[in-house]
């Protein structure tokens, strides 16, 4: 669905470099997956809530456990790109986000991402810490 979900989202710059392109000027599918995990950790800190927090006074990682892309136009060198994150459920030790890179307000890609919170030691599942539980779950747009 190229028309985004309702709720706010957060908004990470990014620019394609020629590093990111193959040899016509077009980014790297795999690069994608990249930038959107930069922006998810750029949106958790921006809430005051980094993953080393999580991980130093609770044990616990977010890991992928799926990710769905789908591409509708790619992303060019020199292209200055947001990737939109938006929280759409937070579950016991799962979050989903819907992410998009956007140009010029057009959608490139959307990325359906379901992360799994485990114990870093154990590799197990484990709830979501609060207070990153009660954060994602206020965000704008969020089911519980």
Same mark, same amino acid.
């Given at each position: 669905?190229?028309?985004?979900?309702?709720?706010?989202?957060?908004?990470?710059?990014?620019?394609?470099?020629?590093?990111?392109?193959?040899?016509?000027?077009?980014a790297y599918h795999a690069n994608y997956l990249r930038w959107a995990e930069r922006a998810r950790t750029e949106s958790l800190r921006d809430m005051g809530l980094p993953h080393q927090l999580m991980m130093e006074r609770h044990h616990s990682?977010?890991?992928?456990?799926?990710?769905?892309?789908?591409?509708?136009?790619?992303?060019? %060198? $020199?292209?200055?790109? &947001?990737?939109?994150?938006?929280?759409? !459920?937070?579950?016991? *030790?799962? #979050?989903? %986000? $819907?992410?998009?890179? &956007?140009?010029?307000?057009?959608?490139? !890609?959307?990325?359906? *991402?379901? #992360?799994?919170?485990?114990?870093?030691?154990?590799?197990?599942?484990?709830?979501?810490?609060?207070?990153?539980?009660?954060?994602?779950?206020?965000?704008?747009?969020?089911?519980?």
């Amino acid at each position: 669905m190229k028309t985004p979900p309702p709720g706010q989202a957060h908004h990470f710059p990014i620019r394609v470099y020629f590093e990111d392109t193959d040899a016509g000027g077009v980014a790297y599918h795999a690069n994608y997956l990249r930038w959107a995990e930069r922006a998810r950790t750029e949106s958790l800190r921006d809430m005051g809530l980094p993953h080393q927090l999580m991980m130093e006074r609770h044990h616990s990682i977010l890991v992928v456990r799926r990710i769905e892309v789908e591409y509708w136009r790619p992303a060019r %060198l $020199d292209d200055a790109i &947001v990737v939109e994150t938006r929280v759409m !459920a937070v579950r016991g *030790v799962t #979050l989903l %986000l $819907d992410q998009r890179m &956007v140009w010029a307000e057009e959608a490139l !890609a959307a990325l359906h *991402v379901e #992360l799994a919170c485990i114990d870093r030691d154990t590799l197990r599942p484990k709830r979501i810490p609060e207070p990153w539980r009660a954060a994602l779950a206020d965000a704008p747009g969020a089911a519980r």
